[in-house]
Each structure stands twice: as structure tokens, then as C-alpha cells.
């Protein structure tokens, strides 16, 4: 499902890919609004599905850190306001999420807008963050039998 759900640059919030054309997306905004517009090329796309957020060991895919957030708020929007609450309360809510988060290449903003586009999703009811299985090479399949 996050492979659909979209960043773009520069705009405000998450966006769903409807379909492609010449040199451009086709978008709709997940918030109530849900506007169609095109993103073109020259604009920085990128799929939630690609994102990973820095530990001190690897990185982490953001399907996982979604799932861990949903796991400690029980489904529901989180218990921490991204704009009011304080560095170090961003720090110590992420912590109890990801322990292993790297304090210094994970910024307060990083955190902010992992909070915000966790509450963009679970207010419009996108609460599936686990990446799908890439399917096996079917040639080596067709090897095995012969």
C-alpha cells in the first residue's frame, strides 16, 4: 500500500498515485479534499515505500517504523502534537518507537513529519504499512522444475 502513497516536495501532506503520463504523475491529495493535480518531473517524488529512517545499526524501512507507531498508539492518531510539543519530548516519544534511532541523523523535523504523515494516514483510515512481498524471479522457478 505505501508504494502508492506519495511525498512530494515542496507541497503540504500525502499524496495517492492514480496514474502516469507523459513526464508527469497524476495525484490525488489523501486529505478531505482529495484534488487531482499532475507532479512533474522536475519535482521530488518519492514513495513512502522507499523511505527508512537511520538507527545505529541499519536503516530501518518506514513501513516498520509505522507499524511500531501504530502499534503503541493502538490504531490511533498519536498522543504527541508534532507542532506544540518540544525537541526533547519528540526525541523521547520516537525513542519509545524506535529505540535505536540515530540521534543525529534523525532530525526534530524528520520526527515531525513522521508524526504528521502517521496521523495524515490513520485519519484517512490507510492503516496497512506493511510492504508487500516482491514476488520470486519466475525463471528460477521454471529451473527448479525442469
Known amino acids: 500500500m505505501l508504494k502508492t502513497i506519495l511525498s512530494i516536495s515542496g507541497k503540504p501532506g500525502l499524496y495517492k498515485l492514480i496514474s502516469q503520463g ?7 491529495s489523501i486529505s ?18 522507499d523511505i527508512a529512517m537511520y538507527t545505529d ?61 502517521y496521523n495524515i494516514l490513520i485519519t484517512n483510515d490507510i492503516t496497512d504499512f506493511k510492504l508487500a512481498e516482491e514476488p520470486a524471479d519466475e525463471s528460477e522457478e521454471v529451473k527448479e522444475a525442469e
Open 57 to 117: 545499526d541499519e536503516e530501518v524501512p518506514l513501513a516498520d517504523v509505522l507499524s511500531s507507531l501504530k502499534e503503541k498508539e493502538n490504531g490511533e492518531k498519536a498522543s504527541i502534537d508534532p507542532k506544540k510539543a518540544t525537541p526533547e519530548q519528540l526525541r523521547e516519544y520516537l525513542a519509545e518507537v524506535l529505540p535505536t534511532f540515530d540521534r543525529e541523523r534523525v532530525y526534530v523535523a524528520d520526527i515531525k513529519k513522521l508524526i504528521s504523515w
Open 32 to 49: 478531505a479534499d482529495k484534488k487531482r493535480s499532475p507532479a512533474y518531473g522536475t519535482e521530488k517524488v518519492i514513495s513512502l515505500a
Open 22 to 28: 507523459k513526464n508527469m504523475l497524476i495525484v490525488e
